[in-house]
């Protein structure tokens, strides 16, 4: 039986799924690779990989996605590694920096800017970024180095605390899809596996490679930043969400 490809985000968010994956016995006839989230829709979308997690505002671009887990990389409040970093007065922003690894995060400041902020900047790939914030720039920053980098500014927005301070529904940044029919013993072995991985937690971050936060502050954000189950709250906020795209 040819073995199903797994793509999932290798953020320290993701550690209780790839937890989940590897060690629960749960879940065999895979292989994993691990990748930042835009490169988990490519695979998708060019069928270089059978399921992954997905940002969900990649999903528009990949045909015929269905989503096939009942977890996902949530957020209820303050996710923590989602952030706009700047030096100056949010008002007086006139060009973000977008962090182009996830393209949710790109979608999700925009509509931010455009529907609560009310500014209107010019916006740039964080890849022209010299290192240097001038007055009125700000830039975007995902995943694990945002730990790092928070200190640094004089002035962190928290892009799921400010959407859920706009619409009042939690945040969806990741699910899990495929876009061909998988079989339903899988599925449940898979969600299964995902759950057993979220029961976990605290075992999860054994697995974690080059900390740069220790290992009490990361269960500290698996458990209060990250909530992993895909509950009706969060469906109902993340199709409004992919409304405004």
Known sequence: MERLRITAVKYY??????????RSGLLSGFDLSLDVPSECARKLAAGEADLGLIPVGALPSIPDYRIISDFCIGA?????????????????????????DSRTSVVLVKVLAERLWKINPAWESASNFTGALKPGEG???????????????????????????????????????????????????????????VEHKNESVSIAADLIISKEELLSY???????????????GMELFLSML
């Open 13 to 22: 968010n993701t550690l209780p799924f790839i937890y989940g994956i590897t």
């Open 76 to 100: 209820v409040s303050d996710v923590q590694s989602v952030i706009l970093l700047t030096d100056s007065e949010l008002s007086s922003l006139t060009k973000i920096y977008l962090d182009t």
């Open 139 to 197: 830039i975007v920053a995902i995943g694990d180095k945002t730990f790092s980098l928070r200190p640094k500014f004089r002035y962190c927005y928290d892009l799921a605390g400010e959407w859920i301070r706009m619409t009042g529904l939690p945040f969806v940044f990741a699910v899990w899809a495929s876009r061909k029919p998988l079989n339903d013993s899988f599925l449940r072995s898979l969600n299964n596996a995902l759950g057993w991985g």
């Open 222 to 236: 698996l458990e209060q930043a990250i909530h992993y189950p895909l509950d009706d709250q969060k469906r109902q």
